[in-house]
């Protein structure tokens, strides 16, 4: 498979081999996914075996989040300054690192710094894959490529959890790093082998400022809410409130000096299109939804109707496998008809799974909560890489890697959010549950708190997709000219 390219340095070749570099994009992204949702799984374990609390464990997803918080919003300008084999090799370098570290951990301490690492990687690696496909791929045949990336996402989630199942009721946790190993050297080996470098390169000024301000600012939300979604502190904590407050000022200030530097580091113009604003907002809703619904479903299904941790992952397991065969199906559709004929249907979809979600008990089927999970998914499928697609292909060119390093930081700032809120709200239910019961230490009051809390969650990512349903009618077609770049519509 090869494809020309008008996007290219003029000095450079405009042939791409875009298998290769698609196989080493997809199997290091694979990889990066797995380990995040099999470690999730093995969360129980840890706590137990490396005597840490609830709160503490937290911090190996919270320090995952934060760090691609504050990296993610400078891959723009990074992709502007190095190579795509240079970004690629150092992904997987941080990668490979994170994932030794990990598998060799004797202590909590080490493992966080592992998941730091990885953070590290997971940062470089998701803005330069969807750079290199808008670059690669012509705009006609984009869709189906971001959904061959979504089949790759959405896949790797799905079978993490059973997966690290397996593992744990045989192996130790370290085992869950040494399956991965293997695949990112395979993957760095492939890259350099084959990766070709695709943007141009531009060295733009680094400015300190701009990136301290970003880092402070994306960081800070982060962190608040993350340390709000651990179940100790409340909203009206300063360790949230105050990290929050400072985020969102030095956000301010960072988006303020971007739209008056010559070249700023990431550039905000971007927002002057109106199907990418749309297609961001949709992605945040989105990952607010399923990040949220994502954690909260596996501990209804633990604590709950107290399955295994391996029983959980096979029920969640039909619907991530159909999620990720769905997504180049859908990303075909999307090439055809355009989003709004996938993203409102999908919408609706969502709302009405978690409708009946808000309203599960401890002695609803698991047949039911397997086939709401499933076309929860198919929803979802629906969503994500239509909206993101569109959003993008409005951009002109030299704009790719400033609204691929928008969306990618939008969505770990979304999944903090989400999370953080879901938790909060679950954890509150909870405790406004056993405070009117008369044996709150028993097992099924227990049950019954876990069911209270989690409906209220799903509740509250309802609300969160019917806002997405009505600002899915103002999504329109962005037309994509071959070899132009686009002017913002009005």
């Given amino acids: 498979m090869s494809t020309m390219s008008q996007t290219s340095a003029p000095s450079e070749p405009t042939t791409f081999k875009v298998l290769p570099i698609m196989i080493a994009l997809l199997l290091s992204g694979f990889i990066g996914m797995f380990s995040e949702t099999a470690l999730n799984i093995a969360l129980n374990d ?18 995952f989040l934060l760090t691609l918080g504050i990296l993610v919003p400078v891959s723009g300008l990074l992709l502007q300054t190095f190579t795509t084999r240079q970004l690629f090799v150092a992904s ?14 004797p202590t909590f301490s080490v493992l966080l710094i592992a998941r730091i690492l990885q953070a590290v990687g997971t940062a470089l690696l998701l803005p330069l894959m969807f750079n290199t496909i808008l670059i690669i791929f ?7 490529a971001m959904g061959i990336i979504g089949l790759v996402i959405m896949f790797a989630p799905a079978v993490g959890p059973t997966i690290a199942g397996l593992v744990l009721q045989n192996l130790s946790w370290h085992w869950i790093f040494w399956i991965s190993l293997p695949f990112l050297v395979l993957s760095l080996i492939f890259g350099i082998l084959f990766m070709q470098n695709v943007s141009k390169i531009t060295k ?5 400022l701009s990136i301290l301000l970003s880092s402070i600012g994306f960081g800070g939300v982060v962190f608040g809410f993350s340390k709000s979604g651990e179940g100790g502190e409340g909203w009206t904590s300063p360790v949230v409130l105050l990290p929050v407050i400072i985020g969102l000022i030095a956000l301010i200030l960072f988006s303020m000096r971007q739209l008056k530097m010559k070249q700023p580091m990431l550039n905000l113009r971007v927002f002057k299109y109106p199907m990418f604003v749309i297609g961001v907002v949709m992605i945040f809703l989105c990952m607010m939804t399923i990040l949220s619904t994502m954690l909260i479903l596996p501990l209804f299904l633990q604590k709950g109707l107290a399955l295994s941790a391996l029983t959980a992952g096979l029920v969640l ?17 999307f090439d055809k008809f355009g989003p709004k004929w996938l993203v409102i249907p999908g919408l609706a979809i969502v709302v009405a799974v978690l409708f009946f979600l808000s309203g599960i008990t401890t002695t609803s089927a698991i ?7 499933c076309c929860l998914m198919i929803g979802i499928s629906m969503i994500m890489m239509p909206a993101q697609t569109n959003g993008l292909n409005q951009l002109p060119l030299e704009l790719y890697p400033d609204g691929t390093a928008i969306m990618s930081t939008l969505q770990q700032v979304a999944g903090a959010i989400g999370t953080a809120i879901a938790v909060s709200i679950l954890s509150k239910g909870m405790e406004s549950y056993l405070s009117q019961s008369s044996m709150p230490e028993s097992v099924n009051e227990m049950a019954n708190a876990m069911v209270f809390g989690s409906q209220h969650s799903f ?28 002017a913002p519509m009005h």
């Fill in 46 to 63: 840890l706590m137990q075996i490396l005597h840490i609390t609830t709160a503490t464990a937290q911090w190996l997803t919270t320090a």
């Fill in 92 to 105: 997987l370098l941080f990668s490979i690192a994170g994932c030794l570290v990990a598998a060799l951990a």
């Fill in 138 to 144: 012509p705009a006609e045949k984009r869709g189906a």
């Fill in 204 to 208: 733009p000024k680094i400015d300190i």
């Fill in 317 to 333: 397991l039909p619907g991530g496998i159909i999620n990720g065969l769905l997504s180049p199906i859908m990303g075909s559709l």
């Fill in 367 to 373: 047949v039911l909560i397997i086939v709401l999970h």
């Fill in 459 to 486: 509740f509250f990512a309802m609300i969160v997709s019917v806002i997405g349903l009505f600002l899915a009618f103002f999504i329109r077609r962005v037309h994509v000219k071959k070899g132009a770049a686009q």
